[in-house]
């Protein structure tokens, strides 16, 4: 019974290429109980009281989990509004984020804090569009020269002071992104630790041997690789790893790529994908404002005092255009895109956007597999990853117009 001593309503999706964590179930039944998955099965499950949703053939898989994003549909998490939370969690869900990790930008102090404020109340009224999972914070703590299109005015190395003032302002951080090579930062790597945060690096000059002791240090992830990051230099004659072959070289190091076909090309998602593999490489759209938004200008950014792009090409540009300015990408692109561009198979890119985010963010007692057990979270594609249909606990949050030859036996409420 719930809270309100009814039985939870049941549903039972039909006719579903079902992926699973390790096969396809080609015409599979899922079972939901209120918010939960009850039962996955290869034949029918005997439910006369459940309403029914027919897949009609289309695949059904785990919910999108994208733990690094910025914003889309004309919004961005440094806005300082409520509305942008819940639009660009709306957004989203439109191409299959069941779950997200809302990032920051390098901003002052005050607007980083006002920022969490609005996370946590913003985070209550969130029930139409992808769950949030905790604060990510990109900076400010970077090396200048890799900074990218971080705002330089307010990049610094790690005070203790200050990254106090912000862990007891608020409880919703969940990881936080550095170049582990500034004075502070191991110290820092071993505090985030102890409040059991994901510590990552980001924006980083740091050699093998940084990034070694970055690891004994706490620090488990590699934010976007290649982007923002070292790679192989020469300093006065001799050669060093940088943090890209150090990711690579080291296997406690889960990495993210920007699967969104113009960030990295082919070869390189082939080469990470190869080393790390589907169990230690996190999918992440990096998305800006203008994700879900037709191409032309747009804003990189806080709305109030951001950078001016141009949306193009499927990518945010500097106005100059000799650099990128940020991703448009949505959870579907990123799939498709190891799909078709890295040729990596369906069920292990699916895994690395939703087992291993769910893993990487402590979230996989619940989220990231159709399993028997954890969160009715899933979407219903076709053969094109189009998404047709994006369910959170339960609850349908989206769905594509009737055309698409889904439709539910008896009505379900969309929300």
Do not use: C
């Not at 005997?46 to 919004?75: E, Q, R």
């Not at 300082?80 to 639009?87: K, R, V």
């Not at 950078?307 to 949505?330: L, N």
């Amino acid at each position: 019974m719930n809270s309100n001593g009814k039985a939870p309503q049941r549903l039972k999706i039909i006719n579903g290429r079902i992926l699973t964590p390790y096969r396809l179930i080609p015409n599979g039944t899922i079972l939901i109980t209120g918010s939960t998955i009850s039962e996955i099965s290869e034949r029918d499950i005997n439910v006369p009281d459940a309403d029914v949703l027919d897949a009609t053939g289309a695949y059904v898989s785990p919910g999108f989990i994208d733990i690094h994003v910025h914003g889309g549909g004309g919004h961005d998490f440094m806005d300082g509004s409520e509305d942008a939370f819940l639009q660009i969690a709306r957004t989203h869900a439109r191409y299959g984020t069941t779950a997200m990790v809302p990032t920051t930008l390098t901003s002052s102090l005050d607007n980083l804090l006002n920022t969490l404020a609005i996370y946590e109340q913003a985070s209550g009224k969130n029930t139409a569009g992808a769950q949030f999972l905790g604060m990510h914070l990109e900076g400010p703590y970077f090396a200048m020269n890799q900074r990218g299109a971080q705002d330089p005015r307010y990049i610094r190395p790690p005070d203790p002071a200050e990254y106090n003032e912000v862990l007891n302002h608020s409880t919703s951080i969940a990881r936080w992104s550095a170049a582990p090579e500034l004075p502070g930062a191991l110290a820092f790597g071993d505090y985030l630790r102890s409040k059991g945060i994901l510590a990552a690096i980001a924006h980083t000059d740091a050699v093998y041997d940084e990034v070694l002791a970055a690891v004994q240090h706490g620090y488990s992830l590699a934010t976007h690789l290649y982007s923002g990051m070292s790679g192989v230099s020469r300093r006065n004659g001799f050669r060093y790893a940088g943090v890209v072959e150090s990711a690579f070289l080291l296997d406690q190091l889960d990495v993210e790529l920007i699967a969104d076909g113009v960030h990295l090309p082919a070869p390189l998602l082939k080469l990470a994908y190869k080393i790390k593999g589907h169990d230690r490489t996190v999918l992440i759209t990096d998305a800006m404002r203008a994700a879900g938004m037709p191409p032309g200008n747009s804003i990189l950014g806080s709305i109030h005092d951001g950078i001016a792009v141009i949306v193009e090409d499927g990518v945010a540009k500097m106005p100059d255009r000799q650099a990128f300015a940020g991703s448009v990408a949505t959870a579907d692109r990123l799939v498709r895109t190891m799909v078709t561009m890295a040729e990596i198979p369906l069920l292990e890119a699916i895994r690395m956007i939703s087992s291993t985010p769910a893993r990487v963010m402590g979230v996989s007692d619940r989220k990231g597999e159709l399993r028997a057990g954890k969160d009715a979270d899933l979407v219903i594609f076709d053969d094109d990853i189009a998404v047709q249909l994006t369910m959170i606990e339960g609850r349908i949050v989206f769905q594509q117009n009737p055309k698409t030859r889904l439709e539910t036996v008896n009505t379900l409420p969309i929300l």
